[in-house]
C-alpha cells in the first residue's frame, strides 16, 4: 500500500525532522531553514497526493495495533485531507515569512523546531482516527504552542504563554473524560468503531459538554477566547500560525470530525452551539471595534469569524458545512495575510498601537493593498474567497430556519466590515506617524502579497476547493457510502 | 446568434480592465475601444432573447446569464453610457494621478453591473453586485486626498446593505427552493417579507435611496467627476431600480393592496423631499447635483411602489431620463471645473457666455430634471403623478413639492454657474475639447428625442410589464390628464417666480433661494444638517459604537475571570492545602489514617 506511507510521510516528516533542525542549526543556519520549509513541504505535497483517492471516496487507512487499545490509526478522507491541506500550505508560506521576520532574533533554533513541530502534530491530529493518538497530538500542539507564545521570554510574554496553555489544557483534559466515557460506552477509541456503536443511542450531553469545552477553549470561542487575543505578543508568524493554520482551526477540525462525521449531535445542541457561537461572534467583534493593539484587533476578528465556522458546522446540513470548510480555507488564508501585514507594520514601525500608527499606504503600498484585499476576504467581498464560504453558512443556516441566530451573525458580519476598516483607516491613510519606515523585506513582502492573491484566486477558482469540500462533506453525512 | 455572446459582454471589459493596469499610457485608448465594442455587440443582441448556462459550484448555483427585453434594455444603457463616459474621459482624465487605475476601476466595474444585470442565477448576482464594491472603492480612492475616507464610507454602507441582500438571497431561494432567478414568484408574507425586505436594501442602498445616501454628497467632491457621472448618476440607478423592478414583478408580487406598496411610496416620498431640500442649499456645483442623484431616485422608487402600471413604467421611464440628464449635468459640472477650475459657485458666474455648448446642453438636461415639457423628465415625472395619484394625495403632493424645489434649485445653480458677472479670475475660460463636448451634445439630444418622441422608450418598457398588466391601456405620447399636466406647469411659474423674487430681494442667483434656506424654523434644521447632524452613517455609527462598548465591557469581565477570579480562587484553594502541610509527624500520621479509613470505607461499600 502506497498511500499508507504517504500519510505517514505527511505526518512524520515534520515530527521527526523537527528534532533534527536544532542539530542542523548548529552548523548552518540557510540549510536549517531550507530543511524545515522542506519538511513542511513534504506535508503539504504528500497531503495534495491524497486528495485523488479522498476525492474517490476510498479513505487511505493505516493502522497499527498497541496494547490496551490505544492503536495507532490514520486515515485520510476527503475531511482530513482538505484539512491538511489547508494547514501545511499556509504553514508553508509562514515558515518562508519567517526567514525574514526571525532572523533578527534569538533562539532561532528553537523557533524552527517548534513551528515544524506544531505543524506535524497538527498533520497527525487530522489524520488520526483514534481518540488516543488525537488526544496526544493535540497536546503537543498546546505545548508548542505555550513555547512559541512565550517566545520574547519578557515576563508578561511567560504569563500570556501560561494562561494560553493552562485555558487549554484544561479544555483538554474535560475533553479527555469525555473521550473516556465514550470508551466506556463503545469499547474502543477507534473512531470507526465508536461510529457504529452510537449509530442507533445518542451521545449523553455530559460527554457533548466535555468534548465542547476541550474544542471550544482551542478554538478560543467565548467563554473561553481570552487567551486568544493575550497571546498576541508571540512573533508574528507565530500568531498567523496560531489563528489561521493550526491551533484554532484544530477545535473547528475536531468538532468536524466528532459531531459531524462520526455522531449525530443531539436537537438541543444544534441550537446551543449556535447561540453560543454567535454570543462569540458578536462580543469579540465589538471588542475588536475599541482595543488598540494590531495584533489584537486582528485577534478578536478571529475569535469572530471561528464563530461563523461554528455556526456553519453546528448547522449541519450539507450547505453549512461545505460553507465551513470553505471558511475554513478562505479565513485561513486572509488571516495569515493580515497578521504577516501586522508583523511587517510592528517591525518596521516598532508599535503595534494603532493610534499611534498612520499613513503607511504611502510608504508601505504593497503591505497596504494586500492587507486591503485579505480584509475584503475576510469581510466576504466577491470576488474573494471569503464572499462564497459566508454566503454558504448563512444559506445552511437559512435553509435550517435558524432566523434568529442568522441575524445575530449578520450583525457580526457588519461589526467586520466597520472594525477592518477603522483598522485600515488608522494604519495606512492619514498622517504619516513614520515617513522613515519601508517596506519590510522582498521575501516578508512578496508572502504577504502571495496570501493576498491567493484570497483573490481562492475567490474566482472557488469550484475546485468546493468539490473537495462536497466530496467530503457527502462523506461525513454518510450521503454516500 | 450564439449564447455564449453574453460571456463577451462580461469579459470584455473585465480584460481590457485588467490589462489597463499595466499599460499606464493607453488605459484611456482600451478603455475607448472595450466600451465601443461592448456598444456594439449590446446593439446586436438587443432584440434577442438569449440564455446561457455552465454548471459552475453545484448546490444549484451554475453560471447563468440571461437576456431578455428588460435586461437587453438596461445593458444596452448601460453600454451606451459607459461609452460616452469613456470617451469624455480620455480628455478629462489625461494628465491626472492615477488615471490607469481609474480607467481599470472603470472598465471592472461596468464588467460587474452587466453581470449583475444579465445573471440568471442569484449567486452569480450576487457575485458582481457586491463586486461592485470594490471597483467603486477603488474609483472613489483616485480622487482627492480624502477621497480615501469617502471610499470607506461608501463600501461601509452598501457593503452592510449588501449584506443584508445576501441573507436575503439564502431566504428566498430557501422558499424558492431555486436560486434560478426567473424561476422563482413569491408571495410577500411571513418568511417571504422578510426576504422581500432584505432584497429591497439591497436594491434601494444600490440605487442610493435614503437611508443609504450619505455617501453621494461627500463623493461628489473628492471622487473624480467621471465616476459621479457614471456610477450614483447612471449605473447605481440601473442595477438598483432594474433589480428593484424584479423584485417587485418577478420575484415577488407586488399586491396594491400588501403593505409592501406603501412602505415604497414613502421611503420614496422622503427621499425626494428631503434630498431637495438639502440639494436647495448647496454652494457647491457638484455637490448639489449630487443630492439631486438621491432626490430623483425617489421618484422611481414611488413609481415603482405604486405597484400600477403608471407608477412603473412612470418610474422606469424616470430611471433612463435621469441617467441621461442627470449624468450630462454631471458632465457639465466637470467641464466646467476643467475649464474654470473650480466648482464652487461662489467664484463662477457669466461663464455661460465663454462656454456657449456646455451651457446648452445644461439648460436642455437642466429644464428635462425639472419637468419642463417637452422634455423626457416631463413625461416620466407626468406618469408618475398619474401613478401617486391613484393610490394616495399625498404621494402625488410629496412629488409635486419635490418637482417645486428641483426647479428652484436649478434656477438657483444656472444663474449663479452661468449668468450673472464674470470674474476677472473667469476671464479666460474656454469651451472645452470636443472629446468632451460630443458626449454632452449626445446625452442633450437625446434628452429631447426621449420627450418629443417618447414612444421610443415607453413601448419597450410596456413591454417588460406585459400585456396581462397593462390591460389595453398605452402610455405614450402627450400626458392624458391635463390637470395634472396643468398642475404641473403652475408649480413651474412658481419656482420661476419665486426665483426672481429671491434675486430681486438678495442680489444674485447664488442668493435666489435664502429666503428659504434662513426660513424661521428652517434655519436651525439646515444648520444641523450642514453639520452631518443627520447623516445616518453617523447616526449609525454611533449606535454600533454603543453595542461595541457593551460587547468590550463582557469581554473585559470574561478576561477578569480568568486573570483574577481564577487566580485568587486557586490561591485561596492552594493557602488552605498548606495548613495541612505543618511539618509535623504525628499531623501526617493523622492525615494517612484518614485517608486509609476513606479507603476502606471505599471499598466495603
Same mark, same amino acid.
Given at each position: 500500500?502506497?498511500?499508507?506511507?504517504?500519510?505517514?510521510?505527511?505526518?512524520?516528516?515534520?515530527?521527526?525532522?523537527?528534532?533534527?533542525?536544532?542539530?542542523?542549526?548548529?552548523?548552518?543556519?540557510?540549510?536549517?531553514?531550507?530543511?524545515?520549509?522542506?519538511?513542511?513541504?513534504?506535508?503539504?505535497?504528500?497531503?495534495?497526493?491524497?486528495?485523488?483517492?479522498?476525492?474517490?471516496?476510498?479513505?487511505?487507512?493505516?493502522?497499527?495495533?498497541?496494547?490496551?487499545?490505544?492503536?495507532?490509526?490514520?486515515?485520510?478522507?476527503?475531511?482530513?485531507?482538505?484539512?491538511?491541506?489547508?494547514?501545511?500550505?499556509?504553514?508553508?508560506?509562514?515558515?518562508?515569512?519567517?526567514?525574514?521576520?526571525?532572523?533578527?532574533?534569538?533562539?532561532?533554533?528553537?523557533?524552527?523546531?517548534?513551528?515544524?513541530?506544531?505543524?506535524?502534530?497538527?498533520?497527525?491530529?487530522?489524520?488520526?482516527?483514534?481518540?488516543?493518538?488525537?488526544?496526544?497530538?493535540?497536546?503537543?500542539?498546546?505545548?508548542?504552542?505555550?513555547?512559541?507564545?512565550?517566545?520574547?521570554?519578557?515576563?508578561?510574554?511567560?504569563?500570556?504563554?501560561?494562561?494560553?496553555?493552562?485555558?487549554?489544557?484544561?479544555?483538554?483534559?474535560?475533553?479527555?473524560?469525555?473521550?473516556?466515557?465514550?470508551?466506556?460506552?463503545?469499547?474502543?477509541?477507534?473512531?470507526?468503531?465508536?461510529?457504529?456503536?452510537?449509530?442507533?443511542?445518542?451521545?449523553?450531553?455530559?460527554?457533548?459538554?466535555?468534548?465542547?469545552?476541550?474544542?471550544?477553549?482551542?478554538?478560543?470561542?467565548?467563554?473561553?477566547?481570552?487567551?486568544?487575543?493575550?497571546?498576541?505578543?508571540?512573533?508574528?508568524?507565530?500568531?498567523?500560525?496560531?489563528?489561521?493554520?493550526?491551533?484554532?482551526?484544530?477545535?473547528?477540525?475536531?468538532?468536524?470530525?466528532?459531531?459531524?462525521?462520526?455522531?449525530?449531535?443531539?436537537?438541543?445542541?444544534?441550537?446551543?452551539?449556535?447561540?453560543?457561537?454567535?454570543?462569540?461572534?458578536?462580543?469579540?467583534?465589538?471588542?475588536?471595534?475599541?482595543?488598540?493593539?494590531?495584533?489584537?484587533?486582528?485577534?478578536?476578528?478571529?475569535?469572530?469569524?471561528?464563530?461563523?465556522?461554528?455556526?456553519?458546522?453546528?448547522?449541519?446540513?450539507?450547505?453549512?458545512?461545505?460553507?465551513?470548510?470553505?471558511?475554513?480555507?478562505?479565513?485561513?488564508?486572509?488571516?495569515?495575510?493580515?497578521?504577516?501585514?501586522?508583523?511587517?507594520?510592528?517591525?518596521?514601525?516598532?508599535?503595534?498601537?494603532?493610534?499611534?500608527?498612520?499613513?503607511?499606504?504611502?510608504?508601505?503600498?504593497?503591505?497596504?493593498?494586500?492587507?486591503?484585499?485579505?480584509?475584503?476576504?475576510?469581510?466576504?467581498?466577491?470576488?474573494?474567497?471569503?464572499?462564497?464560504?459566508?454566503?454558504?453558512?448563512?444559506?445552511?443556516?437559512?435553509?435550517?430556519?435558524?432566523?434568529?441566530?442568522?441575524?445575530?451573525?449578520?450583525?457580526?458580519?457588519?461589526?467586520?466590515?466597520?472594525?477592518?476598516?477603522?483598522?485600515?483607516?488608522?494604519?495606512?491613510?492619514?498622517?504619516?506617524?513614520?515617513?522613515?519606515?519601508?517596506?519590510?523585506?522582498?521575501?516578508?513582502?512578496?508572502?504577504?502579497?502571495?496570501?493576498?492573491?491567493?484570497?483573490?484566486?481562492?475567490?474566482?477558482?472557488?469550484?475546485?476547493?468546493?468539490?473537495?469540500?462536497?466530496?467530503?462533506?457527502?462523506?461525513?453525512?454518510?450521503?454516500?457510502? | 446568434?450564439?449564447?455564449?455572446?453574453?460571456?463577451?459582454?462580461?469579459?470584455?471589459?473585465? %480584460?481590457? !480592465? /485588467? $490589462?489597463?493596469?499595466? =499599460?499606464?499610457?493607453?488605459?484611456? +485608448?482600451?478603455?475607448? @475601444? #472595450?466600451? *465601443? &465594442?461592448?456598444?456594439?455587440?449590446?446593439?446586436?443582441?438587443?432584440?434577442?432573447?438569449?440564455?446561457?448556462?455552465?454548471?459552475?459550484?453545484?448546490?444549484?448555483?451554475?453560471?447563468?446569464?440571461?437576456?431578455?427585453?428588460?435586461?437587453?434594455?438596461?445593458?444596452?444603457?448601460?453600454?451606451?453610457?459607459?461609452?460616452?463616459?469613456?470617451?469624455?474621459?480620455?480628455?478629462?482624465?489625461?494628465?491626472?494621478?492615477?488615471?490607469?487605475?481609474?480607467?481599470?476601476?472603470?472598465?471592472?466595474?461596468?464588467?460587474?453591473?452587466?453581470?449583475?444585470?444579465?445573471?440568471?442565477?442569484?449567486?452569480?448576482?450576487?457575485?458582481?453586485?457586491?463586486?461592485?464594491?470594490?471597483?467603486?472603492?477603488?474609483?472613489?480612492?483616485?480622487?482627492?486626498?480624502?477621497?480615501?475616507?469617502?471610499?470607506?464610507?461608501?463600501?461601509? %454602507?452598501? !457593503? /452592510? $446593505?449588501?449584506?443584508? =441582500?445576501?441573507?436575503?438571497?439564502? +431566504?428566498?431561494?430557501? @422558499? #424558492?427552493? *431555486? &436560486?434560478?432567478?426567473?424561476?422563482?414568484?413569491?408571495?410577500?408574507?411571513?418568511?417571504?417579507?422578510?426576504?422581500?425586505?432584505?432584497?429591497?436594501?439591497?436594491?434601494?442602498?444600490?440605487?442610493?435611496?435614503?437611508?443609504?445616501?450619505?455617501?453621494?454628497?461627500?463623493?461628489?467632491?473628492?471622487?473624480?467627476?467621471?465616476?459621479?457621472?457614471?456610477?450614483?448618476?447612471?449605473?447605481?440607478?440601473?442595477?438598483?431600480?432594474?433589480?428593484?423592478?424584479?423584485?417587485?414583478?418577478?420575484?415577488?408580487?407586488?399586491?396594491?393592496?400588501?403593505?409592501?406598496?406603501?412602505?415604497?411610496?414613502?421611503?420614496?416620498?422622503?427621499?425626494?423631499?428631503?434630498?431637495?431640500?438639502?440639494?436647495?442649499?448647496?454652494?457647491?456645483?457638484?455637490?448639489?447635483?449630487?443630492?439631486?442623484?438621491?432626490?430623483?431616485?425617489?421618484?422611481?422608487?414611488?413609481?415603482?411602489?405604486?405597484?400600477?402600471?403608471?407608477?412603473?413604467?412612470?418610474?422606469?421611464?424616470?430611471?433612463?431620463?435621469?441617467?441621461?440628464?442627470?449624468?450630462?449635468?454631471?458632465?457639465?459640472?466637470?467641464?466646467?471645473?476643467?475649464?474654470?477650475?473650480?466648482?464652487?459657485?461662489?467664484?463662477?458666474?457669466?461663464?455661460?457666455?465663454?462656454?456657449?455648448?456646455?451651457?446648452?446642453?445644461?439648460?436642455?438636461?437642466?429644464?428635462?430634471?425639472?419637468?419642463?415639457?417637452?422634455?423626457?423628465?416631463?413625461?416620466?415625472?407626468?406618469?408618475?403623478?398619474?401613478?401617486?395619484?391613484?393610490?394616495?394625495?399625498?404621494?402625488?403632493?410629496?412629488?409635486?413639492?419635490?418637482?417645486?424645489?428641483?426647479?428652484?434649485?436649478?434656477?438657483?445653480?444656472?444663474?449663479?454657474?452661468?449668468?450673472?458677472?464674470?470674474?476677472?479670475?473667469?476671464?479666460?475660460?474656454?469651451?472645452?475639447?470636443?472629446?468632451?463636448?460630443?458626449?454632452?451634445?449626445?446625452?442633450?439630444?437625446?434628452?429631447?428625442?426621449?420627450?418629443?418622441?417618447?414612444?421610443?422608450?415607453?413601448?419597450?418598457?410596456?413591454?417588460?410589464?406585459?400585456?396581462?398588466?397593462?390591460?389595453?391601456?398605452?402610455?405614450?405620447?402627450?400626458?392624458?390628464?391635463?390637470?395634472?399636466?396643468?398642475?404641473?406647469?403652475?408649480?413651474?411659474?412658481?419656482?420661476?417666480?419665486?426665483?426672481?423674487?429671491?434675486?430681486?430681494?438678495?442680489?444674485?442667483?447664488?442668493?435666489?433661494?435664502?429666503?428659504?434656506?434662513?426660513?424661521?424654523?428652517?434655519?436651525?434644521?439646515?444648520?444641523?444638517?450642514?453639520?452631518?447632524?443627520?447623516?445616518?452613517?453617523?447616526?449609525?455609527?454611533?449606535?454600533?459604537?454603543?453595542?461595541?462598548?457593551?460587547?468590550?465591557?463582557?469581554?473585559?469581565?470574561?478576561?477578569?475571570?480568568?486573570?483574577?477570579?481564577?487566580?485568587?480562587?486557586?490561591?485561596?484553594?492552594?493557602?488552605?492545602?498548606?495548613?495541612?502541610?505543618?511539618?509535623?509527624?504525628?499531623?501526617?500520621?493523622?492525615?494517612?489514617?484518614?485517608?486509609?479509613?476513606?479507603?476502606?470505607?471505599?471499598?466495603?461499600?
Amino acid at each position: 500500500m502506497k498511500e499508507t506511507y504517504i500519510i505517514l510521510a505527511a505526518v512524520f516528516v515534520p515530527v521527526l525532522g523537527s528534532f533534527l533542525l536544532p542539530l542542523i542549526g548548529r552548523f548552518s543556519t540557510r540549510i536549517r531553514n531550507v530543511a524545515s520549509f522542506l519538511f513542511v513541504l513534504t506535508s503539504f505535497l504528500c497531503s495534495l497526493a491524497l486528495v485523488s483517492s479522498a476525492m474517490a471516496g476510498k479513505a487511505v487507512v493505516f493502522s497499527r495495533q498497541l496494547p490496551l487499545g490505544f492503536n495507532l490509526s490514520f486515515t485520510a478522507d476527503g475531511l482530513a485531507v482538505f484539512m491538511a491541506c489547508v494547514s501545511s500550505s499556509i504553514s508553508a508560506i509562514i515558515i518562508l515569512y519567517s526567514f525574514g521576520y526571525i532572523s533578527h532574533y534569538e533562539n532561532q533554533n528553537e523557533y524552527y523546531f517548534m513551528v515544524v513541530l506544531f505543524l506535524g502534530a497538527m498533520m497527525g491530529l487530522v489524520f488520526s482516527s483514534n481518540l488516543i493518538p488525537l488526544y496526544i497530538f493535540w497536546e503537543i500542539t498546546a505545548i508548542t504552542s505555550w513555547r512559541l507564545i512565550g517566545f520574547f521570554r519578557e515576563k508578561t510574554h511567560v504569563f500570556r504563554a501560561d494562561k494560553a496553555f493552562l485555558v487549554t489544557v484544561f479544555g483538554a483534559l474535560a475533553m479527555l473524560i469525555g473521550f473516556i466515557s465514550i470508551y466506556q460506552q463503545a469499547g474502543s477509541f477507534e473512531l470507526s468503531v465508536i461510529k457504529e456503536a452510537f449509530r442507533t443511542n445518542p451521545l449523553p450531553g455530559m460527554v457533548v459538554l466535555l468534548i465542547l469545552i476541550g474544542i471550544l477553549s482551542k478554538s478560543a470561542t467565548l467563554p473561553f477566547h481570552t487567551w486568544l487575543p493575550d497571546a498576541g505578543v508571540a512573533p508574528s508568524p507565530v500568531t498567523a500560525l496560531l489563528h489561521a493554520a493550526v491551533l484554532v482551526k484544530i477545535g473547528v477540525y475536531v468538532f468536524a470530525r466528532l459531531f459531524v462525521a462520526t455522531f449525530a449531535l443531539p436537537e438541543l445542541w444544534h441550537t446551543v452551539i449556535p447561540v453560543i457561537a454567535g454570543a462569540s461572534a458578536l462580543v469579540s467583534a465589538a471588542a475588536a471595534l475599541i482595543e488598540t493593539d494590531i495584533k489584537r484587533i486582528i485577534a478578536y476578528s478571529t475569535v469572530s469569524q471561528i464563530g461563523f465556522i461554528f455556526f456553519g458546522l453546528a448547522v449541519g446540513n450539507e450547505i453549512g458545512v461545505i460553507g465551513a470548510m470553505l471558511y475554513i480555507l478562505t479565513h485561513g488564508l486572509a488571516k495569515a495575510g493580515l497578521f504577516l501585514s501586522a508583523g511587517i507594520i510592528e517591525q518596521n514601525t516598532k508599535t503595534k498601537d494603532i493610534t499611534k500608527l498612520g499613513g503607511l499606504m504611502g510608504t508601505m503600498p504593497v503591505t497596504a493593498i494586500s492587507f486591503l484585499f485579505c480584509a475584503f476576504s475576510v469581510m466576504g467581498v466577491p470576488p474573494l474567497g471569503g464572499f462564497f464560504s459566508k454566503y454558504l453558512v448563512f444559506s445552511g443556516a437559512v435553509n435550517r430556519g435558524d432566523l434568529w441566530i442568522a441575524g445575530v451573525f449578520l450583525l457580526g458580519a457588519f461589526l467586520t466590515i466597520i472594525y477592518l476598516f477603522r483598522l485600515f483607516n488608522l494604519v495606512f491613510l492619514g498622517k504619516s506617524a513614520f515617513p522613515q519606515a519601508r517596506e519590510g523585506s522582498l521575501g516578508m513582502v512578496s508572502c504577504v502579497a502571495a496570501l493576498a492573491v491567493l484570497s483573490v484566486l481562492s475567490g474566482i477558482f472557488i469550484s475546485y476547493p468546493a468539490k473537495v469540500a462536497g466530496v467530503s462533506v457527502q462523506q461525513m453525512l454518510g450521503m454516500i457510502k | 446568434m450564439t449564447p455564449s455572446i453574453l460571456l463577451l459582454l462580461v469579459l470584455i471589459p473585465l %480584460i481590457s !480592465g /485588467i $490589462a489597463s493596469i499595466f =499599460m499606464p499610457k493607453r488605459a484611456s +485608448l482600451v478603455s475607448l @475601444l #472595450a466600451t *465601443t &465594442l461592448n456598444l456594439l455587440i449590446s446593439i446586436m443582441v438587443f432584440k434577442q432573447g438569449l440564455s446561457y448556462s455552465v454548471p459552475w459550484l453545484g448546490f444549484g448555483i451554475d453560471l447563468s446569464l440571461r437576456l431578455y427585453n428588460f435586461s437587453a434594455f438596461i445593458i444596452l444603457s448601460i453600454s451606451a453610457f459607459s461609452f460616452l463616459i469613456s470617451l469624455y474621459s480620455v480628455v478629462f482624465m489625461s494628465g491626472r494621478h492615477k488615471s490607469n487605475q481609474f480607467f481599470s476601476y472603470f472598465l471592472i466595474n461596468i464588467a460587474f453591473a452587466t453581470g449583475a444585470i444579465l445573471a440568471d442565477n442569484f449567486i452569480v448576482m450576487l457575485f458582481f453586485w457586491e463586486g461592485l464594491l470594490l471597483t467603486m472603492f477603488g474609483m472613489i480612492s483616485t480622487g482627492t486626498k480624502e477621497a480615501f475616507r469617502t471610499a470607506i464610507k461608501a463600501f461601509i %454602507i452598501l !457593503g /452592510i $446593505a449588501d449584506l443584508c =441582500m445576501m441573507v436575503g438571497i439564502a +431566504l428566498t431561494a430557501h @422558499l #424558492a427552493g *431555486t &436560486l434560478t432567478i426567473s424561476k422563482i414568484n413569491l408571495p410577500i408574507h411571513s418568511l417571504g417579507g422578510v426576504a422581500f425586505i432584505l432584497l429591497i436594501i439591497g436594491a434601494i442602498s444600490k440605487s442610493g435611496a435614503m437611508p443609504f445616501h450619505s455617501w453621494i454628497p461627500d463623493a461628489a467632491t473628492d471622487a473624480p467627476l467621471p465616476f459621479m457621472a457614471l456610477v450614483p448618476a447612471a449605473f447605481e440607478k440601473l442595477v438598483g431600480i432594474y433589480f428593484l423592478t424584479r423584485i417587485c414583478l418577478d420575484i415577488f408580487i407586488l399586491d396594491p393592496k400588501s403593505w409592501a406598496s406603501p412602505l415604497l411610496m414613502i421611503i420614496g416620498s422622503i427621499t425626494i423631499i428631503l434630498a431637495v431640500m438639502m440639494a436647495l442649499i448647496q454652494k457647491e456645483y457638484k455637490r448639489l447635483l449630487s443630492y439631486h442623484a438621491i432626490s430623483q431616485v425617489g421618484y422611481m422608487i414611488l413609481g415603482v411602489g405604486t405597484a400600477m402600471p403608471a407608477g412603473i413604467i412612470g418610474g422606469l421611464f424616470h430611471m433612463i431620463n435621469n441617467a441621461m440628464y442627470k449624468s450630462c449635468l454631471f458632465l457639465t459640472g466637470g467641464s466646467v471645473e476643467k475649464s474654470a477650475g473650480t466648482t464652487d459657485l461662489g467664484k463662477l458666474g457669466g461663464i455661460g457666455r465663454k462656454m456657449p455648448v456646455t451651457f446648452a446642453c445644461f439648460i436642455i438636461t437642466a429644464a428635462a430634471i425639472s419637468g419642463v415639457p417637452p422634455f423626457n423628465g416631463f413625461f416620466s415625472k407626468e406618469l408618475v403623478y398619474d401613478g401617486a395619484l391613484e393610490r394616495g394625495v399625498v404621494f402625488y403632493l410629496a412629488a409635486l413639492v419635490g418637482s417645486f424645489f428641483t426647479a428652484a434649485s436649478f434656477l438657483k445653480l444656472g444663474h449663479a454657474a452661468f449668468l450673472g458677472k464674470i470674474s476677472k479670475e473667469n476671464e479666460n475660460v474656454k469651451e472645452v475639447h470636443a472629446a468632451m463636448l460630443v458626449p454632452m451634445i449626445i446625452i442633450a439630444v437625446a434628452c429631447i428625442v426621449f420627450g418629443v418622441y417618447n414612444y421610443l422608450p415607453i413601448s419597450v418598457i410596456q413591454s417588460v410589464l406585459g400585456e396581462a398588466r397593462l390591460e389595453g391601456h398605452n402610455f405614450w405620447g402627450f400626458p392624458a390628464n391635463m390637470t395634472l399636466v396643468a398642475l404641473s406647469v403652475i408649480v413651474l411659474i412658481g419656482a420661476l417666480l419665486n426665483h426672481l423674487f429671491g434675486v430681486k430681494k438678495f442680489g444674485s442667483g447664488l442668493k435666489a433661494v435664502d429666503h428659504i434656506h434662513y426660513a424661521p424654523g428652517l434655519s436651525q434644521i439646515y444648520a444641523k444638517a450642514e453639520k452631518r447632524f443627520f447623516d445616518p452613517y453617523d447616526i449609525g455609527l454611533k449606535i454600533v459604537g454603543a453595542i461595541a462598548r457593551i460587547g468590550w465591557w463582557c469581554d473585559k469581565f470574561i478576561d477578569w475571570i480568568y486573570d483574577n477570579l481564577v487566580v485568587r480562587v486557586t490561591y485561596i484553594f492552594s493557602d488552605g492545602i498548606r495548613f495541612a502541610h505543618t511539618g509535623n509527624y504525628s499531623f501526617y500520621i493523622v492525615w494517612s489514617m484518614v485517608g486509609m479509613i476513606a479507603v476502606l470505607v471505599f471499598l466495603i461499600r
